[in-house]
């Protein structure tokens, strides 16, 4: 079942910014259980846009802007230090 999140809503909703103490929303935890389980059976926007009705763009925004909060890495932090290992090196090997 897609969820909805308006691509205003990508950062939180103020519109960006206040969110490091926020309790994730059940679209956040969507997104970082997407990231989590994401194989390589096809092409990753596509996927984004099926199962969890977002843009590419706005999936990236929303993971960006979760791996950087508290709330995220205690909710899941293998997936958020994986994301940001990714995000250090520049590469999906680090991944692995």
Known sequence: ????????DCLGQDGGG???????????????????????????DRAIETVLG????CYYEVLLSLVARRTAM???????RRVLRIIETGT?????
Not at 18 to 37: G, M, P, Q
Not at 74 to 80: E, I, K, N, R, S
């Open 18 to 44: 206040n969110t490091l103490s926020r309790v994730l929303s059940r679209e956040e935890k969507a997104v970082l259980a997407f990231e989590r389980v994401w194989g390589t059976d096809g092409p990753k």
């Open 74 to 80: 205690a909710h899941d932090p293998l997936t958020v």
């Open 92 to 96: 999906e090997e680090a991944a692995s």
């Open 54 to 57: 977002l843009s590419s763009g």
């Open 1 to 8: 079942m897609p969820h909805s999140i308006r691509y205003a």
